[in-house]
C-alpha cells in the first residue's frame, strides 16, 4: 500500500516542489535555464517510456512468441493518436507561443498556459497509475522497487515543470501565492489520473502491456511535440540537448538500480 501512496504523491510533490521556486526567486527563468529544465524532463520521460513501460510490455507478451511486439506497437499508437486527440481538442497556450492550440475559445492567457502543462501531466499520470496496477495486480515483473524508481523519476522532472510554469506568470505580474497555486493546479491531474488508471488497468488486467504502451506512446508525443520543440527553440544552443542526455541517463539509472 505504502508503494501506491508513493506514486500517488511523489510525483504530485515534484510539481508542488518546483512551483515553490516563485518564492524564492526573484526574476524571469533564465532562457538557458529554462532550456536545460525542459531537455532534462524531456529525457527522463523518454527513459521512463522505455525502460518503465515499453520493456515490461515486450517482456509480458513474451508468450506470443514472434509477436511479443504486437500490443507493445498497438498501445503505443493508441497512446499517441489519445494525446493529438486531446492536443486538438483542450484549449492550450505553449510558453514562447502567441497562438492557441484545441478548441476556439476565450480564456485568460494564464488558464491557457495552465492547460499546457496540465496537458503534459496527463500521461505522466497514467504511467504511474498503469506501473502502480500491475504491481497491485501481479502483472508482469513489475515491483515496488520499479514503481518508486518511475515515481521518482516523473518528481525529478516535475520539479522543472513546476517551476517553468509559475515563474513566467510572476513575471507577467501574478502574485507570488497565486503564481504558486498555479504552477501546483497543473500538477493535479497526475495523481487524479494515476488512480483512474488504476481503477480501470483492475478491470482490464489480461490488457495490461497495452496499458504500459499506451502510457509510453502518451509520454512520447508530448516529449515530440511540445519539450523538445522549447528546449530548442530561439537561437542555438545545445544545452537542451545536453541535459535531455543527463536526463536520460539519470531515468535509466533509477529504472535498472531500483527496478
Not at 46 to 58: C, D, N
Not at 65 to 70: I, T
Not at 181 to 190: D, F
Not at 201 to 209: D, E, I, K, S, Y
Request: proline share 5%; net charge negative.
Amino acid at each position: 500500500m505504502k508503494e501506491l501512496i508513493y506514486g500517488l504523491t511523489v510525483p504530485f510533490l515534484g510539481t508542488s516542489l518546483g512551483s515553490a521556486c516563485v518564492f524564492f526567486m526573484k526574476k524571469q527563468m533564465n532562457r538557458t535555464l529554462q532550456r536545460v529544465l525542459t531537455g532534462f524532463a524531456a529525457g527522463v520521460m523518454t527513459a521512463a517510456s522505455v525502460w518503465s513501460l515499453l520493456i515490461p510490455a515486450i517482456d509480458q507478451s513474451e508468450n506470443m512468441g514472434r509477436l511479443a511486439f504486437l500490443p507493445a506497437s498497438l498501445g503505443f499508437m493508441a497512446g499517441m493518436m489519445f494525446l493529438l486527440l486531446l492536443d486538438n481538442i483542450i484549449p492550450h497556450l505553449h510558453m514562447f507561443s502567441d497562438k492557441a492550440e484545441g478548441i476556439k475559445i476565450k480564456l485568460p492567457k494564464n488558464t491557457m498556459m495552465l492547460f499546457a502543462v496540465t496537458l503534459h501531466n496527463i500521461p505522466e499520470g497514467m504511467a504511474v497509475g498503469v506501473v502502480c496496477a500491475g504491481m497491485l495486480y501481479g502483472t508482469g515483473n513489475i515491483t515496488s522497487a520499479g514503481v518508486l524508481a518511475l515515481a521518482l523519476g516523473i518528481a525529478i522532472q516535475n520539479f522543472p515543470e513546476g517551476a517553468i510554469i509559475s515563474m513566467p506568470l510572476r513575471a507577467e505580474g501574478m502574485s507570488r501565492t497565486k503564481a504558486f497555486v498555479m504552477g501546483v493546479l497543473s500538477g493535479a491531474a497526475e495523481p487524479v489520473g494515476a488512480a483512474l488508471t488504476i481503477l480501470a488497468a483492475g478491470l482490464v488486467v489480461p490488457l495490461m502491456p497495452g496499458l504500459l504502451s499506451f502510457a509510453a506512446g502518451a509520454m512520447i508525443y508530448v516529449v515530440v511535440e511540445e519539450l523538445i520543440p522549447e528546449m530548442s527553440e530561439g537561437e542555438h544552443s545545445n544545452s537542451g540537448t545536453i541535459s535531455f542526455a543527463v536526463g536520460f541517463t539519470a531515468m535509466m539509472i533509477l529504472d535498472v538500480a531500483l527496478g
